[in-house]
């Protein structure tokens, strides 16, 4: 079983940047690949980003591409996503996420663990 809660969310400006955090229970953590989701009003909820196990490896969706960095501590059983340039098209709940399987994948139903997510709102 792992608990994971998410933190860091706000509202902000356009073009401003913010750290989401994702704190993990479990001596499993340093095992398993790690992802973020997100999901605004009325949209289904979307693959954001991906790390491996070890870290070495990460993977984006397009529409982050170059404005996100996702990161993991696994000595704080932790997981990151720094988010700069901040669009008001990235604003949702951000939810952070266990992955059944090693490799990447943007499959909602590949991942199985969740947080409760965290809101990001972002004003023009």
């Known amino acids: 079983q792992v608990q994971l809660v998410e933190s860091g969310g706000g509202l902000v400006q356009a073009g401003d940047s913010l750290r989401l955090s994702c704190a993990a229970s479990g001596r499993t953590f340093s095992s398993r690949a790690m992802g973020w989701f997100r999901q605004a009003p009325g949209k289904e909820r979307e693959f954001v980003a991906f790390i491996t196990r070890s870290g070495v490896s990460t993977y984006y969706a397009d529409s982050v591409k170059g404005r996100f960095t996702i990161s993991r501590d696994n000595a704080k059983n932790a997981v990151y996503l720094q988010m700069i340039s901040l669009k008001p098209e990235d604003t949702a709940v951000y939810y952070c996420?266990?992955?059944?399987?090693?490799?990447?994948?943007?499959?909602?139903?590949?991942?199985?663990?969740w947080g409760q997510g965290t809101q990001v709102t972002v004003s023009s």
């Open positions: 996420a266990v992955a059944a399987k090693l490799a990447w994948t943007t499959s909602r139903d590949d991942y199985d663990y």
